[in-house]
C-alpha cells in the first residue's frame, strides 16, 4: 500500500464554519506533512510532523491547526477562514523528515472553497 | 527569490519529440525529487537523485543530477499525450528551525500537442 488518502476531495465552507481536513497513510511513515497549493504555484509547505511532533510550522496563521494523533493520521483543523485561504491542501508522508533521505508520498487533495 | 528555479516555465511539444527541462538551485543539494502534476490533482512521485553525476531513467523519462550537485535535467524521449501535466522538482532545504523541508521549484507545465 503506497497511499496517501486525503479526505474531503472538495470541501466548500463558510468563513464562520469550522471544518476538518484528514490524511491517512499505512506505510509507516513517520513524517507527515501539510501543503497548501494555489492555482498555478508551486505546493507551499505548512506544517511537518516528525515521529507525531510538530516539527515545522511556517509561519500559519492560527486558524489553521494541525494534528497529528498517531503515526497514521494528520488532520489540518480549519476556522473562520478567509475567501484567500481557498486552495488546494495536499497532504504527504515520508519514511523520516532527514535531510535527503527518502521521497515523499502525496495524497490527492483537498479542494477548499471558502465563501 | 525562488530557492529552486524551473525551466523553462511552459513547454509546448509535439507528440513523438524529445523534451528537456532544467531545475537550478542556488545551494548544494542533498536530495532532488522530480513530481508530476496533473491539474488539481495530488502529486506523483517520479524519481529521486543524492549522489552527483547520478542518473536514473524510468520508462521513456531520464533525469540526471550534476556533479556540483547544484543543476538537474529531466529528458522525456518521443513524448506522448500521457506525459503532459506539470513537472516540479523539488530538494530537501533547510527551514527557519534548522530542519529539513521539501520545498519545490517554480514549476513547468508540459502540453502535447498531436
Known amino acids: 500500500d503506497t497511499e496517501v488518502t486525503q479526505t474531503p476531495k472538495h470541501l466548500v465552507m463558510g468563513m464562520t464554519n469550522k471544518k476538518s481536513l484528514k490524511c491517512e497513510q499505512h506505510m509507516g511513515h513517520r513524517a507527515m506533512y501539510w501543503y497548501k497549493q494555489k492555482a498555478k504555484k508551486p505546493p507551499e509547505l505548512m506544517f511537518v510532523y516528525s515521529y507525531e511532533k510538530l516539527s515545522i510550522n511556517e509561519s500559519v496563521p492560527s486558524r489553521f491547526s494541525p494534528e497529528c494523533p498517531n503515526s497514521s493520521l494528520l488532520n489540518l483543523h480549519l476556522h473562520a477562514l478567509q475567501p484567500e485561504d481557498s486552495a488546494l491542501y495536499l497532504c504527504?508522508?515520508?519514511?523520516?523528515?532527514?535531510?535527503?533521505?527518502?521521497?515523499?508520498?502525496f495524497g490527492q487533495g483537498t479542494r477548499l472553497t471558502v465563501v | 527569490s525562488q530557492e529552486l528555479e524551473q525551466s523553462p516555465q511552459s513547454l509546448i511539444v509535439q507528440e513523438g519529440k524529445n523534451l528537456t527541462i532544467n531545475c537550478t538551485s542556488s545551494k548544494t543539494l542533498y536530495g532532488l525529487y522530480w513530481y508530476k502534476q496533473k491539474y488539481g490533482e495530488g502529486l506523483i512521485f517520479l524519481m529521486m537523485l543524492q549522489k552527483g553525476g547520478e542518473e536514473k531513467s524510468h520508462e521513456k523519462i531520464t533525469a540526471k543530477l550534476d556533479e556540483k550537485k547544484q543543476q538537474s535535467s529531466l529528458h522525456i524521449t518521443a513524448s506522448q499525450p500521457s506525459h503532459a501535466g506539470i513537472y516540479l522538482c523539488?530538494?530537501?532545504?533547510?527551514?527557519?528551525?534548522?530542519?529539513?523541508?521539501?520545498?519545490f521549484g517554480t514549476g513547468t507545465r508540459l502540453t502535447i500537442i498531436p
Open positions: 523539488g530538494a530537501d532545504m533547510k527551514s527557519n528551525f534548522g530542519n529539513e523541508k521539501l520545498t
Open positions: 504527504a508522508s515520508s519514511l523520516y523528515s532527514k535531510q535527503g533521505a527518502t521521497e515523499a508520498f
